[in-house]
């Protein structure tokens, strides 16, 4: 599944990449998908806090005035209402449409049928926070289980083992969204166990510091 682009202007955008079904990069998609919508103002009509223009009241066939009710509408009045109520509409449009296209499939189809952006983003955090226990499980004893690997070049090395760090971290981000966060120090513990062993030193002078430092 591609990433999606939204423009903001001719010069910017934002790349929200696409939610998987297993929703296993939920901890990179949700910052992404919330900057997006924010830059363009929409993420208050995902959480429910965007306003509804209220519209004329109509009597015997003539929109009245909001400011008195007793007298006609002047045109401006109708102009800033409409305009009001058409900017409401295509911003929550708008946003409706960053959800269902940026979600999985299986579950872009589950909530294409809701009538406000506000039901479907509260029912992608319900559907991400619903990942079973086996799931949770499974990305703990992956993250138990990482090593990163020794290399001669240095340069490939600090590449690898930022990116293993990077891996490590996502991970542990995922189990939070889960429900089912890593303790601060249970993680400093799993990143030390999967060091190469020529770190060993390093850790244990580490390890000594901090004890001293307590």
């Given at each position: ?58 009597l015997n066939d003539v929109l009245m005035s909001q400011d008195d009710p007793t007298k ?65 499980i499974d990305i703990l004893d992956q993250l138990q289980e990482m090593h990163c690997g ?38 400093l513990v799993l990143v030390m166990k999967s060091m190469p062993a020529s770190y060993r ?14």
């Open positions: 599944m591609s990433d999606i682009a939204i423009t903001l202007n001719s010069q910017s955008s934002f790349v929200i990449p696409k939610l998987h079904n297993d929703r296993s990069n939920w901890a990179d998609y949700e910052p992404r998908a919330k900057n997006a919508m924010g830059a363009k103002g929409l993420m208050k009509h995902a959480e429910g806090h965007a306003r509804q223009p209220a519209p004329l009241i109509l006609p509408a002047m045109e401006e009045q109708l102009d800033s209402a409409e305009k009001k109520i058409d900017d409401y509409e295509r911003n929550e449009a708008h946003t409706k449409h960053i959800i269902l296209s940026t979600t999985s499939p299986r579950l872009s189809s589950k909530i294409k049928n809701l009538t406000t952006a506000k039901a479907m983003w509260d029912d992608v955090l319900v559907d991400v926070s619903n990942k079973s226990t086996l799931q949770q020794e290399n001669s070049d240095a340069n490939a090395h600090l590449l690898e083992v930022t990116k293993h760090f990077q891996l490590m971290e996502e991970w542990c981000d995922q189990l939070a969204t889960m429900g089912a966060p890593v303790p601060k120090a249970s993680f030193l390093m850790v244990q002078t580490i390890d000594t510091n901090s004890i001293l430092a307590n």
